[in-house]
């Protein structure tokens, strides 16, 4: 095998692979995404009653991703207070938030 196809095999591989990784939750990039949510949900989202911003510590991964989902989109679920938080986050932020707040 020339250098040059050995490059190109050893370059797909890792696209791949960093790839993946992207694609993944990302608990410590939910992290930082996190910080923006503190206000109303608590550092560890115990949630914070004069908000009337619920607990969300513990809560499966899956359904915290699902409530973010509906929420961005406002039909099944409609909360005037957190689209303008949700709103500007992407699908992959959404996963890694589901991601670390799970695991609280
Ligand atoms: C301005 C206050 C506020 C901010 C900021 C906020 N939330 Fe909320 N959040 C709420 C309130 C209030 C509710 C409950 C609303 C309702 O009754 O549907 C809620 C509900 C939720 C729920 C659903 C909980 C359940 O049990 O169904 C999740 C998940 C959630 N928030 C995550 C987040 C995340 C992640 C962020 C940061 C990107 C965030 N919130 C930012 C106020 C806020």
Redesign the pocket.
Known sequence: MNSAKFFLITLTIATCSFSAITNAQDAARGAE??K??I???GEKGDGVPA????R?AG?FDWY?LK??QDIKAGVT?K?P??VP??SK?SEQDFKD?AAY?SKF
């Open positions: 995404l996190f923006q949510c206000a109303c949900h908000q009337k911003a619920p969300i809560q915290i409530q973010l679920r909360n207070v957190m938080f949700v986050l938030l707040i």
